[in-house]
């Protein structure tokens, strides 16, 4: 009996860590592409949004001709758009816009990017 169940519990350990297997190479393989438009405001932003296009343009998954910026509410509200292809593992990673845009001279963030409240406002590519 013991021997029994044993072998039904390696069958199943097995058949788990295929399935487990599987699943991991299926989420790495297949890719999804996605849209995003996230916005932060900021209390001072450099003259031009064109260092930061470029920037985007140039991160992994980032379909280069769909970046695109704007700015709102008396400049200081900075919307941001592209395309980014993904694996369903969430490869490559989200770019990283919070810490990249210290850098390029924005300053005085009211809080990390988020989701945009209005996605139907009008970016340019720059």
């Known amino acids: 009996m013991v021997v029994r169940i044993t072998k039904w519990l390696l069958g199943a350990a ?27 405001r900021f209390e001072k932003m450099p003259p031009t949004d064109k260092p930061l296009v470029e920037w985007l343009r140039s991160q992994p998954g980032v379909v280069s001709h769909t970046v695109a910026v704007g700015r709102f509410k008396d400049d200081k509200l ?24 210290p850098r390029l001279g924005y300053a005085g963030a009211d809080g990390p990017f988020r989701d945009a409240a209005d996605r139907s406002r009008r970016l340019s590519a720059e």
Do not use: H, K
């Open 78 to 101: 900075l919307c941001v758009g592209f395309i980014q292809s993904r694996n369903l593992a969430g490869q490559p990673p989200f770019p990283d816009l919070d810490g990249q845009t």
């Open 14 to 40: 097995a058949i788990s860590v295929l399935l487990l297997a599987t699943w991991s190479v299926f989420c790495r393989s297949v890719y999804a592409s996605s849209s995003y438009v996230v916005e932060v």
